[in-house]
């Protein structure tokens, strides 16, 4: 069992940035795959980010590349996501994921899931 807690969201102007993290609790291991996905009203929820157990394979959505980095401090227990000249269709909640097997982009791939932390870009 492990569970997620993000945290970091708030209300930004467009260009700006934010660092998002996932602290991890519970039966939390470093084998994890981590996932950030966001979802915006009226959308359906999609992978903007992802890293394997090693830190070494990532993915990123193809409209977040060079403004999104993830990492992951298994010493902390904690996936940070990084937002940088952050745009208005970057508001979502952004909700943090893990499993126990390579990164996937599938929201149900993932077993355990954060209570998402809110980001609002503003014009």
């Known amino acids: 069992q492990v569970q997620l807690v993000e945290s970091g969201g708030g209300l930004v102007q467009a260009g700006g940035s934010l660092t998002l993290s996932c602290a991890a609790s519970?039966?939390?291991?470093?084998?994890?795959?981590m996932g950030w996905f966001r979802q915006a009203p009226g959308k359906e929820r999609e992978c903007v980010a992802a890293?394997?157990?090693?830190?070494?394979?990532?993915y990123y959505l193809d409209s977040v590349k060079g403004r999104f980095t993830i990492s992951r401090d298994d010493a902390k227990n904690t996936v940070y996501l990084q937002i940088y000249n952050l745009k208005p269709e970057d508001t979502a909640v952004y909700y943090c994921?893990?499993?126990?097997?390579?990164?996937?982009?599938?929201?149900?791939?993932?077993?355990?899931w954060g209570q998402g932390t809110q980001v609002t870009v503003s014009s």
């Open positions: 994921a893990a499993r126990s097997s390579f990164y996937s982009t599938t929201p149900g791939a993932y077993a355990y």
């Open positions: 519970g039966r939390t291991s470093s084998s994890y795959a």
């Open positions: 890293v394997n157990w090693s830190g070494v394979s990532t």
